[in-house]
């Protein structure tokens, strides 16, 4: 059974920083791709950054040039770097596990950890 716990959350001022970790266990992670989602209320879930098995990443527009995603295999964890940090980007940070084998697709998503940016 594959499970992501995420840490790292919580209240900081606009212009701080904040990093968001995530722990996968059940399976052999490097085999993973890792992503960061977020949600704020009322609105839908979306990407903010994913790290492919190769280490390839890919980020929302918005958040290119502030937050850095990062991978240790031998740690089976994720990180999300991240500076600058603006009240807009306040939401539920949800961590997931992507992987698709032949026709089948496997995924699975943390508990989520709220970040506040005051202004």
């Known amino acids: 059974q594959v499970q992501l716990v995420e840490s790292g959350g919580g209240l900081v001022q606009a212009g701080g920083s904040l990093t968001l970790s995530c722990r996968l266990s059940?399976?052999?992670?490097?085999?993973?791709?890792m992503g960061w989602y977020r949600q704020a209320p009322g609105q839908q879930r979306e990407l903010v950054a994913d790290?492919?098995?190769?280490?390839?990443?890919n980020y929302k527009d918005s958040v290119k040039d502030r937050f850095t995603i990062s991978r240790d295999n031998a740690k089976n964890t994720v990180n999300l770097q991240m500076t600058g940090l603006k009240p807009e980007d306040s939401a539920v940070y949800y961590c997931?596990?992507?992987?698709?084998?032949?026709?089948?697709?496997?995924?699975?998503w943390g508990q989520g950890t709220q970040v506040t940016v005051s202004s």
């Open positions: 997931n596990a992507l992987n698709s084998v032949s026709s089948s697709r496997y995924e699975y």
């Open positions: 059940g399976s052999i992670f490097s085999i993973w791709t």
């Open positions: 790290i492919t098995r190769s280490g390839r990443t």
